[in-house]
């Protein structure tokens, strides 16, 4: 290798030139312009000059700058190349870096990649950097499942490929493979987003690449002219608020004397007739008490700076988030980015920093299932949530509804509960490029993803004494966890050029090692107020007779992989693309007899425009890519397991294999009319040997509790669509749109059991999940009960005689019907049981994202729309609310005609349904949301001078709006919603119901509601 | 600036080969124990009879017991926390039955049972396979405690099977002599006295090591007080023994079959003295839910039935009819006032059902505080003395013997009058139920079930017995079915 370094010094000579800018004539500073094939450049000045040396006459440059078509010019012997840049109307000239051997021209892509630029996302920028992803992208998945403040959405990307694991895509920032998410990721920073979606594109991932990958790469000095700082500052402030609440019963039944108020722990008799009609004296809807409009901000500093071998860019940021909960301090987050390169010896050695760290502070608030925002709703709404404790005299009296211990004031709990997240990050990336020759560089970097969680949850000693509340004494729960992912790459890259034919060969090692370690402690008896150390609780108790325990808790991991991969690229004359790629991935989590897996990729495309010239249509690509990508088992699958004392968890697998996604992919690339830009994929996976935790028969199953198998396949089908267009562009009017559709259906195709049950549940026991799977059924079948409606659900032993509609048009009992005890009835089986069937299905029929720019002179209007088609909703929050002291609105009798009223026992017995599955609560979870709007008034240089404002660049004033507005049929907070990952620890790994899918387990179990925010931002470039 | 280029290439290279150290893929699971480790070392084995020890503790003390007790209308709560409230209503005057569905919620009683039974079963049943073979002894220092471990092994099985027996109707019998269990058949046509045989079998084999050997067993096994003796666990085997035959019966007429005078020899060799396990709190291994949720603030009450075998002019079932307060208990009955707490209001949702009603909490338990820490009667000598007495009833008719076990309890905690043996048989039994039914709250998990199945007092539509679970059933392939029977 040595010795190819010293070849390439021959018939060295400058080019120095002028680019402008076609559309206006001006010089443009801080285009890149780059020898083809390595990383030595330059950037034009502040006047749009550059001066450069390359090796050879036959040497190309490749000129590129956001938003102009790139273009590539041979030197041929000239020293001066003046160049008038065309504005890129197609954005097909742009070049991506993922998934493919080297960066490559979308032109010339043989798969389909996806990408976001900086102009995209800085409209409005996303509060973290998946929401920038939002409606933007064909295929791309992103679900809000818990709207609470810093909560990272989770994304999928096309169909499932995992039922037991996430189906999280792998993230990678700046070349550091992330282990974290992406909510403490500051979208201010980014620069371009590029998403490869299927295991056609993502095969160069390998076994981590099964759910696609996410690049996200930040911004750096290197766009700036030689000699240019930039200095940007951006301020945004604004507010945020609960959209909608869900409707409180306004009406009750219970007996009360003339002449008295009600009171629950007095009154303890219902009215004969059982109807809630008996409206409320005092009402109060707790929703309006404890959703308090929140404030929001953002104030980030930008500085970049780039001289002749160095450039650099830092950054802060630190933002703000309330949210939408009374008492609550919401989410606090500071980042810091620094980002700097430096190129020695003319350029061939290139040495490159990333550095990153950021705090979020999360003020918690509990969700889901007996949390504040359970009893939120649950509680009879006659009481004053704000009333002193008759205890102490502190504010928000606990008990509001005697006869249920279970539920106080959530105010009370926020209150007097602190929880409090510290997650700290750091992500490095060093790494070093040496170009020996204009045709071969060898990279070597080095990668890291620090995070250092911590929660305090404290509950001091002044805790009133709440029945069955050991709190009561104080308690002090303590949780730390270390995640150390560490990674080292090396990758050789060589390209050549044999006459018509462009080769490109790349060689990869890819080394990983994860570290996560965590701790917990629960403690009781606070002796002294204020004092929450572990050393400062007792563990015994003021009666001798009790002691509190302290309870610790633990779990770590370690998972180390090696990787080989190469891919091969070679075009014939721009023309005919090939792209050939294989890759043998080493894992630990791999069982012990298959540590090793192959994985594979060939692919090609046809520019056919480049044979054939058609009328208005500029280019038109086929292409063609079959290739695998896969999913690691999550850690503890792979071991025969115990618990300590004794009690048998899981049977070990030493054969457990990696899932794998089998993906071919066709596509289309078509731009036409010079203002469209089509893209068209139709895709099919099969996803075979999936990791799934198989129940046992406790009974003849040894004790064991679950085996861990590869037992299933599942085939999908996507199809997607993107178009772009610059609808018109006259003088300083321009309008563009973007609109994004896909239609993904999954099915299983064979499963080694005769069923799973997955996701969540009102009771979370084991194997009793929502969704049912079977070999035929299509994941994301919820399953359930069904209410009688129609005769022909009767079975032959129920006596139709003794059946009537009722006026809801549910089949009931006719010796029912008008009493106290009328309530609808599920259906049964041939065998007596309930029957259990499909009752809904949370893949929607298609998505639809759309966006829009229409700007003038400096006036721009830029929009959002997010349409989700079909797709249903579990609404167990509704579920749960008919039991509870019957508070749902749709229990209120009052004002209903007295032929529809219907007694308390008609929801609480019949609908209710013992809180198992049923066909009443699924509900059609379609949505239309204006998921980002923005109007704003750029101020340009030119506009500054005639102010006589020299120091300023430009200058952006802009109102901006998130989750402005939904429509949908949804009957509660919002149908975005799910219990998936985000619910579950990474550590439970012991059931399916561990990782789960956001957009599949469509659940609405008393999650945090989405939020929209209102803000003004001020940007300022220097 | 060559030297220089080759340096830097160098620099890049040699970062590289550094960097590129093969890859160590084998890692060890630091969270969790695997078969080697925990049962392929003798040493390892009294940990894991400890956890089976625990695991048959939940299956006598878990949430599922207070479903049980409210089914029995021992205890009332409208909660339907472990489906409580469902499995206690009575709408149209019939219960509601058991919802055998794999996906019910809140299905407690019908799951756990099975699920802790067949867990602390496996621990014992493993190590049971590793002893058969001579060789294999445990040590504990330089004792040799082979046989305290098969001893405790066997009185496992002995319990969890008793348990088995008497709540479900079916059961895999799945011993030590069964070699692969996944093999096994569904048992359809069995009867649950084979059952009640085979646990039977179990503690005599058990109880036949405790006499023959004199050893303590670790405090920790099971959290008593103090270390149990070989001769305290021949005497808790024996009172269990008696317990399973007398509450085996699922009717009056079977009850009338019942083996009084195998109860009797069993009982006769009984604990006298009350067998303790303290509670050490939530969230830890020994927490009594059974009582928590039975007596708690706001959770669970003392059902109308037993506050009306206090006061005969009280209703046995609460008034449907809006009433909230049917006044204090009239009785010469001390224990109304030093275990029982009358409160005026109610606690229940009137919402979900009069039938929840109760003006009555059980507080005998109440000194070891909400968070249930501390020395719990686990099975109380009393009972041991109510099984004799019933048994000596049953056999040989009443007699001065058989009512001063009564009185034992009948006198001197209730400072009642005292019973003379002179009584005929069905005055002495209803004063021995009458006696089981208040001294015995909150002890064992299907005392209360059992009393009342097989005096035929369930009221319409409850179940008499627990059918295999549902989800069980869907992983053995076999049609779901559930008590009381789908008609």
Redesign the interface.
């Known amino acids: ?2 010795l190819l ?2 070849q390439s ?1 021959a018939q060295e000579l400058t080019v120095s030139g002028l680019v402008t800018s076609a559309e206006d004539g001006l010089p443009l500073p801080g285009v890149n312009v780059v020898l083809k094939g390595t990383t030595q450049g330059t950037t034009t000045d502040v006047d749009g000059k550059y001066s450069l040396s390359v090796p050879s006459s036959e040497s190309t440059l490749v000129y590129s700058f956001i938003g102009l078509a790139t273009t590539e010019i041979i030197v041929g012997g000239r020293t001066i190349i003046d160049l008038q840049m065309e504005s890129d109307v197609t954005q097909l000239s742009e070049i991506v870096v993922t998934g493919v051997g080297d960066a490559t021209s979308t032109k010339k892509l043989t798969i389909s990649v996806g990408k976001i630029n900086e102009n995209l996302i800085e409209q409005v920028p996303a509060l973290n950097a998946a929401s920038a992803l939002q409606a933007k992208m064909a295929g791309v998945r992103v679900t809000s499942a818990g709207g609470g403040p810093g909560s990272s959405p989770d994304i999928r990307l096309r169909s499932a490929t995992s039922i037991a694991g996430s189906q999280a895509p792998l993230i990678i920032i700046d070349g550091v493979i992330s282990e974290s998410g992406l909510s403490s990721i500051n979208s201010n920073d980014i620069e371009t987003i590029e998403v490869v979606k299927g295991a056609a594109s993502s095969s160069l991932y390998g076994s981590r690449a099964g759910n696609g990958v996410i690049n996200i790469i930040t911004k750096r000095g290197s766009n700036l002219a030689i000699g240019q700082t930039e200095v940007v500052v951006r301020n945004e402030y604004g507010f945020s608020e609960l959209p909608r609440t869900i409707p409180i019963n306004t009406s009750h ?3 009360v004397p003339d002449g008295q108020t009600l009171d629950y ?2 009154h ?3 009215t004969t007739d ?1 109807i809630m009609d008996e409206k409320f004296t005092t009402f109060n809807n707790y929703q309006e008490d404890l959703f308090d409009p929140g404030s929001f901000y953002t104030n980030y500093i930008r500085v970049a700076n780039r001289t002749e071998n160095t450039n650099f860019s830092v950054s802060i940021e630190n933002q703000q988030q309330d949210g939408v909960v009374f008492l609550s301090d919401g989410y606090a987050r500071r980042t810091a980015r620094l980002n700097a390169d430096h190129y ?3 350029g ?2 290139m040495v490159s920093a990333s550095a990153y760290f950021s705090q979020a502070n999360e003020d918690v608030i509990p969700t889901g299932d007996g949390s504040v925002l359970f009893d939120l709703v649950k509680l009879p709404p006659n009481q004053d949530v704000f009333a002193v404790n008759t205890e102490d005299g502190s504010p928000y009296k606990w008990q509001l509804n ?5 539920a106080i004031n959530p105010l009370y709990a926020i209150a007097n509960r602190d929880i409090r997240d510290v997650t700290k990050r750091s992500m490095v990336n060093l790494g ?3 170009s ?1 020759t204009d045709w071969l560089k ?1 990279e ?1 970097a ?1 990668g890291r993803d620090d995070e250092n969680y911590s929660r305090k949850d404290i509950i001091d000693n002044t805790w009133l004494p709440i ?4 709190e ?1 004494t104080g308690q002090v729960g303590r949780e730390t966890a270390t995640t150390v992912g560490e990674t ?1 790459r ?1 990758n050789l890259f060589g390209s050549r050029t044999f006459g018509d034919f462009s080769t490109g060969l790349r060689l990869s ?1 890819l ?1 990983e ?1 994860y570290e996560f370690d965590e701790w917990g402690f ?1 403690g009781n008896n606070i002796t002294f107020p204020g004092l929450f150390d572990p050393d400062a609780l007792q563990q015994a ?1 003021p ?1 001798s ?5 302290f ?1 610790l808790a ?3 991991e ?5 990787n080989y991969f190469a891919v091969f690229n070679a075009d014939y004359q721009d023309k005919y693309l090939i792209d050939a790629l294989i890759r043998r991935d ?3 989590l ?1 069982g ?1 007899n298959e ?1 090793y897996a192959t994985f594979y990729r060939l692919s090609g495309a046809w520019r056919i425009s480049e044979d054939f010239s058609i009328n208005n249509v500029e280019e038109l690509k086929l292409r063609a890519a079959y290739g695998t990508a896969g999913n690691r088992p999550p ?2 699958a792979q ?11 899981q049977t ?1 697998n030493k054969d457990l294999k990696r899932e794998i996604s089998k993906e071919l992919e066709f596509g289309l690339n078509a731009s036409f009319l010079d203002r469209f830009n089509l893209e068209i994929n139709y895709a099919v996976a099969n996803t075979e040997d999936l990791i799934l935790s198989l ?10 509790e679950a085996k861990v198998e590869n037992a299933g396949s599942m085939r999908s089908e996507v199809f997607e669509v993107s178009l772009n267009a610059d609808l018109v562009t006259k003088g300083s009017f321009k309008w563009n749109a973007g609109v994004v559709f896909d239609r993904i259906r999954s099915k299983m195709t064979q499963l080694n059991a ?2 799973i ?1 997955m996701g969540p ?3 979370s ?1 084991r ?2 999940g ?1 969704f049912y799977i079977t070999e035929d059924n299509v994941y994301g079948e919820m ?3 069904v209410f009688l409606k129609d005769f022909s659900q009767l079975q032959p ?1 129920q006596n139709p005689d003794n059946y009537v509609h009722n006026s809801d048009g549910f089949l009931v009992l006719k010796s029912t019907i008008g009493t106290v ?1 009328e309530a609808p009835i599920t259906a ?1 089986n041939e ?4 029957l ?1 069937t499909k009752i809904g299905d949370s893949n929607p029929d298609f998505n639809v994202g759309f966006n829009t720019m229409v700007s003038w002179k400096g006036l721009s209007l830029y929009g959002v729309l997010d349409w989700k088609e079909g797709g249903d909703v579990y609404n167990q929050t509704k579920q749960w609310m008919y ?1 509870n ?2 508070t749902h609105g749709d229990q209120d009798m009052s004002g209903v005609p007295q032929e529809k009223k219907k007694p ?2 008609y929801y ?2 019949g609908l209710y349904n ?4 049923v066909d009443y609560f699924v509900e059609d979870g379609s949505w239309l949301k204006l998921r980002e709007l923005a109007l704003s008034y750029t101020l340009n240089r030119s506009t500054l001078s005639n102010m006589g404002i020299d120091f300023i660049r430009e200058i952006r004033i802009g109102v901006l709006g998130r989750n402005l507005f939904m429509l949908t049929p949804y009957t509660g907070y919002d149908p975005e919603v799910a219990r998936g990952s985000s619910e579950t620890s990474a ?1 439970a790994t012991s059931s399916n119901d561990a990782g789960g899918d956001a957009s599949i387990f469509a659940y609405d179990g008393f999650n945090y509601p989405n939020f929209r925010t209102y803000t003004g931002s001020l940007t300022i470039t220097f | 600036m060559k030297t220089k280029n080759k340096l830097s290439a160098c620099f890049v290279l040699s970062l590289v080969f550094t960097m590129m150290a093969c890859a160590d893929l084998e890692v060890e699971n630091p969270n969790n124990p695997d078969f080697n480790q925990v049962l392929g070392d003798n040493n390892q084995l009294p940990g894991v009879v400890s956890g089976a020890w625990n695991t048959w503790y939940y299956l006598e003390s878990g949430p599922g017991a207070m479903t049980l007790a409210a089914i029995a209308d021992q205890l009332a709560g409208s909660m339907n926390n472990f489906n409580v409230n469902l499995y206690s209503s009575e709408p149209g005057g019939v219960r509601n039955g058991i919802n055998n569905s794999p996906t019910a919620a809140n299905n407690e009683v019908v799951n756990d049972g099975w699920d802790n039974a067949y867990s602390s079963i496996a621990g014992a049943r493993d190590i049971l396979r590793i002893i058969s073979d001579p060789e294999e002894r445990i040590l504990s220092g330089s004792t040799d405690i082979t046989e305290m471990v098969r001893a405790n092994c066997l009185m496992l099985l002995g319990l969890n099977y008793g348990y088995l027996a008497n709540l479900y109707d079916r059961t895999f019998m799945i011993d030590e002599t069964i070699e692969d269990p996944t093999l096994m058949e569904f048992p359809l046509d069995q009867n649950y006295n084979e059952v009640l045989e085979f646990a039977l079998s179990k503690l005599d084999a058990a109880i036949a090591i405790f006499n023959a050997s004199t050893f303590s067993i670790p405090g920790g096994w099971l959290n008593t007080p103090n270390a149990l003796t070989s001769a305290q666990l021949a005497a808790i085997a024996n009172s269990y023994a008696a317990r399973f035959i007398a509450l085996n019966a699922r009717t009056a007429a079977e009850n009338a079959g019942t083996d009084w005078a195998r109860v009797k020899s069993y009982a006769q060799k009984g604990i006298t003295e009350d067998f303790i396990i303290v509670g050490t709190g939530f969230d830890t291994p020994w927490v009594h839910q059974y009582t928590i949720f039975g007596t708690l603030t706001g959770w669970g009450r003392v059902d109308q039935r037993i506050v009306s075998l206090f006061d005969p002019s009280q209703p046995s079932s609460y008034p449907l009819d809006g009433t909230t307060d049917l006044g204090p208990a009239n009785t010469d009955d001390e224990r109304i006032n030093t275990d029982f707490e009358y409160i005026a209001t109610q606690w229940a949702n009137p919402e979900r059902g009069y039938w929840h009603f109760s003006n009555y909490r059980y507080k005998r338990l109440d000194p070891n505080g909400s968070s249930y820490t501390g020395p719990h009667p686990f099975m109380r000598k009393a009972e041991n003395d109510l099984m004799l007495a019933e048994a000596i009833i049953m056999t040989t008719g009443p007699d001065a013997t058989a009512a001063g076990l009564i009185n034992n309890t009948r006198v001197d905690r209730g400072q009642l009058a005292a019973l003379t043996g002179s009584e005929s048989k069905n005055v002495m039994l209803n004063h021995l139920f009458y006696e089981r039914d208040i001294e015995l709250l909150l002890t064992g998990s299907t005392i209360s079930f059992g009393d009342i199945r097989r005096r035929d007092m369930m009221k319409p539509g409850s179940p008499l017995q627990m059918p295999v679970p549902g989800k069980e059933l869907e992983l053995l392939n076999q049609p779901i079915y559930t008590f009381p029977p789908a008609e």
């Not at chain 1, 071991?639 to 968890?649: I, P």
């Not at chain 1, 065998?831 to 309930?834: D, E």
């Not at chain 1, 013992?914 to 599955?917: E, T």
Request: charged residues 15%.
């Open positions: 290798m040595l370094c010293s010094q039944n219970r007996f722990s007095v303890s008799t219902v059982q020695a010896f003319k061939k050695l005697p006869s249920d211990p279970t070093a490029t040496y020996f060898l070597a080095y029945p069955g509340s050991i009561t080292f090396v090692y080394k090692d629960t108790g009666d007779n009790i002691d509190y325990p309870v633990g779990y770590a370690t998972r180390r992989a090696e080493g894992s630990s791999f012990e540590r850690f503890l071991y025969e397991r115990f618990t300590v004392n004794g009690g048998y968890l070990g129940l046992l028969p406790r009974s003849i199953g040894g004790g064991f005769s069923f049950r549940n009102p009771n026991d194997g009793q929502l399953w359930g009960n032993e005890n049964l065998t007596g049981q309930p259990y039991f002291a019957g308390s026992g609480q017995n013992a809180n198992n599955g550590s």
